[in-house]
């Protein structure tokens, strides 16, 4: 039986840049690196702002990006850990470019700071309009390069191994293979990003399905706040499509606005800050004026803009929109609010560990306590890359003081000749996803326990499938699918009145 020191499943920033930090510090590690898809694609190659980090202490200051984040949050920060994110930041930028990684300057050679909605000043670092596609190439060519760093790609994570209430391990399909792999690890560690793909409407690519949540809530870790799912209010409108792409906050601060069929900027009316409010009253607001509109969504207004700096500053996005036959000089663009962020998950301490021992959630599926009930933009990608470094000093440690006991499984075989239909699996993901609205989630409780009931149908007709076939990795994702969205409705519909009054006092003091 062969075993690891440390098993990473999930290649974007949190998880590269923690096999990084673990071989700087003890290169003698051996690394594993479990991709459920190519490597490259995450959640992070598609982050379009950049990193929020507070560079001149003189226009700028931590005390004023920490209350930025807590005021986003609407007061349901952990206030110790928006502290320690935010004055480590920028150690943690300046390790990034140590590793290779390029940002925007301006003129005089200094960093290039943008401003996004939540932010009290400019201080969002950037590569263009594609930062986080940057950052995971530079991780990426980075972790190529280690010869203990082993990677397995098109591996989709099915559970984590446990013996003893501590997690020894994670079990795994290969693309349509019928035998089910187990690896073992000293430290078993969750970056599987987000959960997009549960929602009508979603930014994120396919992969983002909800797993690491799903497969820590399955051995007892402590899932928290995964009502808040953060919706990004710009993404392009195209009739038929659910994933969408996304139009980035930096582009309302860079003097976009946001119109209805009328031509009117209406978001004054939600927020005196307009365009450059935090990305759930922007969103609530289209909402609501979605829901007077006829054609399901609203505008972006660019064309009163410098067309050749708009051009320059964001050539990914011009491009995209000239591709779809839309011209930003002209025409008005339209957009919807999209799930974009889920900004609860695996509840972790300062370290990344989680509830049960070994085993450490980092990224987007863990619950950090930064982002409180609604993340401030720019300020996940930070995320990252302060709980890589801090989750590395607390494996190590462990590694080096604790002895594990590996019980290895015989494997198990699936009869792929049993798989269930794949057209009865997409039905039931579609079903799924007409469930999952921005409005559920900020509907009444009534109507919440009228989509979990429908949600529980659809896991127990999806069980009833599998007692008759075969789990197959489409169903297993499914699965996953399924129970995070349960985990989001059940709590969302718990939210204990005290904590609504407090967000309710937070916004008003």
């Given at each position: 039986?062969?075993?690891?020191?440390?098993l990473i499943s999930g290649t974007g920033i949190a998880g590269l840049?923690?096999?990084?930090?673990?071989?700087?510090?003890?290169?003698?590690?051996?690394i594993i690196l479990l991709t459920k898809d190519d490597p490259q694609l995450t959640n992070t190659s598609l982050a379009q702002g950049g990193i929020a980090t507070v560079c001149n202490q003189i226009t700028d200051s931590f005390e004023q990006h920490i209350q930025d984040t807590l005021e986003a949050g609407q007061g349901m920060c952990k206030r110790h850990v928006v502290e320690m994110v935010v004055k480590q930041a920028p150690r943690r930028l300046h390790e990034l470019i140590k590793w290779g990684a390029e940002f925007d300057v301006d003129g005089e050679g200094k960093l290039a700071l943008a401003l996004e909605g939540g932010h009290s000043h400019n201080r969002v670092v950037h590569y263009k309009d594609k930062t986080g596609w940057h950052i995971q190439e530079v991780l990426w060519n980075r972790i190529l390069n280690e010869p203990n760093v082993e990677v397995i790609s098109n591996a989709f994570c099915m559970d984590i191994l446990t013996n003893e209430n501590q997690a020894i391990g994670m079990s795994y399909l290969l693309d349509a293979a019928s035998e089910e792999n187990r690896i073992y690890a000293k430290s078993i560690v969750l970056a599987t990003g987000g959960c997009g793909q549960l929602f009508e409407f979603t930014s994120n690519p396919e992969i983002a399905t909800g797993d690491g949540v799903a497969m820590a809530f399955r051995v007892g870790a402590t899932i928290t706040d995964m009502q808040y799912i953060q919706f990004h209010p710009t993404a392009l409108y195209e009739k038929g499509k659910s994933n969408l792409f996304l139009i980035s906050e930096a582009v309302r601060g860079f003097g976009g606005y946001l119109v209805n069929s009328q031509g009117k900027r209406f978001v004054f009316d939600y927020d005196t800050r307009g365009e450059l409010a935090t990305r759930d009253i922007v969103s609530e607001a289209i909402c609501n004026e979605i829901k007077k509109a006829t054609d399901g969504h609203v505008y972006l207004d660019l064309r009163h803009l410098n067309q050749e700096a708009f051009k320059n500053h964001f050539p990914t996005i011009y491009d995209r929109l000239k591709n779809v036959g839309l011209h930003p000089e002209t025409d008005l663009i339209p957009i919807v609010p999209v799930a974009h962020y889920q900004c609860g998950g695996i509840d972790v301490d300062e370290n990344g560990q989680t509830s049960v021992k070994n085993l450490y959630a980092l990224g987007e599926c863990s619950y950090t306590g930064l982002h409180g009930a609604n993340r401030l933009a720019s300020n996940?990608?930070?995320?990252a890359l302060v709980f890589s470094y801090t989750a590395s000093k607390q494996i190590i440690f462990n590694n080096n003081s604790t002895t594990q006991k590996f019980s290895p499984i015989q494997h198990s075989l699936l009869k792929l000749d049993g798989i269930i239909d794949p057209s009865v699996l997409t039905e039931f993901k579609n079903q799924l996803r007409s469930l999952m609205t921005n409005q559920v989630l900020h509907g009444s409780k009534e109507e919440k326990m009228n989509t979990m009931t429908q949600l529980i149908k659809i896991h127990t007709d999806l069980m009833e499938c599998v007692d008759y076939c075969c789990r197959c990795k489409n169903c297993c994702e499914l699965e996953n699918m399924l129970q995070t969205a349960m985990i989001i409705i059940n709590q969302s519909s718990m939210v204990l009145q005290s904590e609504k009054n407090k967000r309710n006092e937070y916004a008003f003091s």
């Open positions: 039986m062969i075993t690891y020191d440390v840049s923690l096999a990084i930090h673990l071989i700087e510090q003890q290169p003698d590690s051996k996940s990608l930070l995320e």
